[in-house]
């Protein structure tokens, strides 16, 4: 079995609509090739808190990254550190904010815009500025840092449902439509990935309301999505709610790599291994 991993984060993604609007996602569930499970953010449910969640399950009260205007290096160890400590290649294709957290910050336009240096936490990075950024060009970074360096750890992160929440709220045929764009797009690469026998995880960071914001308790704005593709999961569709922090230290066992000493310990149903 395979212990690479290929995590996808889509920015803004309620778990409702994923369910409903993501044929190709819930085909590999009905046809038990996938796993899916409802996750509640932790709060505050908004963009850079819930990256830092994400990549090192830890909660804001610990980490410091309280907000989106918490403009600074973490000072957790994420999965990019654990990865590169353990001998293992990364790649990121991600929102500028992922590589203000974890390599330089500020985030240097021209500079910081394609990375590649070994030395750091991020060794490999593709990383865009404007929202309206294409979902398809940024999946299609990835998927050249994949083709190209082979990482052990590669991190996607595309935000264009998140940007169509802001503009015309969770309850518009913009925001659905944008979760059908995605998964057009997944569908044309998730079989290439599950060939090579790649681990896949998909999830979200946060929900949206239909306001066209995000940030507080609601579940609208708390439940996303959680798929898990490939040998190291058992298909179906799980009732146990899953918590934000345990997602991190999953991707640690996927890898086979100890967990940070500050990741929580949890008992995944759904892990084969």
């Given at each position: ?24 996602l ?14 509640k953010?932790?709060l505050p ?9 994400l990549l ?8 410091r990254?309280t ?14 550190h ?7 290649r ?10 203000e ?15 590649a ?6 060794q490999?990075?593709?990383f ?43 309850n ?21 990935w ?8 998909i ?10 914001q995000?940030?507080?308790?609601g ?11 490939g040998s190291?999961f ?9 918590p934000?922090l ?6 640690c ?21």
């Open positions: 079995m395979s212990n690479k991993v290929i995590m996808v984060v889509i920015d803004g993604l309620q778990y409702d609509v994923a369910c409903t609007q993501m044929g190709f819930n085909h590999l569930v009905e046809t038990n090739r996938a796993a899916r499970l409802l996750v953010s932790e449910s908004l963009s850079r808190p819930l990256y830092e969640v090192t399950g830890t909660p804001s009260s610990i980490n990254i907000s989106n205007q918490a403009v600074q290096l973490s000072m957790q160890k994420s999965l990019f654990l990865t590169k400590e353990h001998g293992m990364n790649a990121c294709a991600a929102y500028y904010w992922v590589s957290l974890y390599n330089r910050c500020p985030f240097h336009y021209v500079s910081d815009r394609q990375q240096d070994e030395s750091k936490p991020i490999y990075g593709s865009y500025f404007d929202d309206a950024y294409p979902d398809s060009h940024l999946i299609l970074d990835g998927e050249v840092l994949r083709q190209r360096y082979q990482p052990d750890f590669l991190y996607i992160h595309p935000m264009g449902i998140d940007h169509a929440g802001h503009l015309f709220g969770a518009s045929k913009q925001y659905r439509g944008k979760a059908i764009e995605m998964d057009s797009i997944l569908a044309s690469l998730l079989p290439i599950i060939d090579e026998g790649y681990q896949i995880i999830t979200s960071d946060h929900g949206m309301n239909q306001d066209g995000h940030g507080g308790t579940a609208e704005e708390r439940n996303v999505p959680f798929y898990a593709i190291a058992l298909s179906g569709v799980y009732e146990q709610e899953m934000q345990a997602v991190a230290p999953l991707i066992k996927v890898l086979g790599i100890p967990p940070a000493e500050a990741m929580i310990a949890y008992s995944y149903p759904f892990l084969a291994q």
